[in-house]
C-alpha cells in the first residue's frame, strides 16, 4: 500500500520506464509504502524455479515475495542514492521530499545474496549485487535509526 498521494509517470532515471512519484510533501522518516495483503513468502529457490524472478522482493532472510499482477509498488525504481529506505518490506522517506520526488530505493536490499540485476545503476554504471541479510538488515536498521533519532 503507498500511503501518500502518488501518480506513476516515466521515471526521471534514463532506461528506467515509469516511476512512482509523490504528489504531496512527505516529510523525513514518513512511511512511505508498506506491506499489505502478503499472505505467503516464497524461498529463494521457488522464486527461481517459478520464473518470475522479475517480480521478486526479499522481505527477510531467504524468504521473497512474489507480485506477478504488477501492483504500483513495482513502479519503485533503484538508485544508489535513493529517496527511500527500504527496511523489512517498508519504505521511508530518506528526507523531505518535496511534491513531485520520485521513489526509489537501493536494489541492493531486495536481491538474492549475490544475485546482479540485470542493468547497472544509472548513474554510476556500477552493477547492482544483491546484498547478504545480515548486511541487508544491519545497513538498513542504522539508516532507519539515524533517519527517526
Not at 501518500?4 to 532506461?15: D, F, L, M
Not at 520526488?101 to 554504471?125: C, K, M, N
Request: some cysteine; hydrophobic content about 40%.
Amino acid at each position: 500500500m503507498i500511503l501518500p498521494r502518488y501518480r506513476i509517470a516515466e521515471s526521471t532515471i534514463k532506461g528506467a520506464g515509469k516511476g512512482l512519484f509523490v504528489d504531496e510533501f512527505v516529510a523525513a522518516g514518513r512511511i512511505v509504502t508498506a506491506p499489505d495483503e502478503i499472505d505467503k513468502t516464497y524461498a529463494w529457490a521457488e522464486v527461481q524455479a517459478s520464473g518470475q524472478m522479475h517480480a521478486a522482493a526479499r522481505w527477510f532472510a531467504d524468504r521473497y515475495t512474489l507480485s506477478p499482477d504488477w501492483p504500483d509498488e513495482c513502479y519503485v525504481n533503484h538508485s544508489f542514492q535513493p529517496t527511500g529506505l527500504w527496511h523489512l518490506g517498508f519504505i521511508f522517506a530518506l528526507n523531505d521530499l518535496p511534491q513531485g520526488t520520485e521513489i526509489t530505493v537501493d536494489y541492493r536490499h531486495l536481491l538474492a545474496p549475490g544475485q546482479e540485476e540485470d542493468f547497472a545503476d544509472a548513474q554510476s554504471g556500477e552493477k547492482i549485487t544483491g546484498l547478504s541479510w545480515q548486511d541487508s538488515l544491519r545497513l538498513s536498521t542504522r539508516a532507519l535509526a539515524a533517519l527517526l533519532g
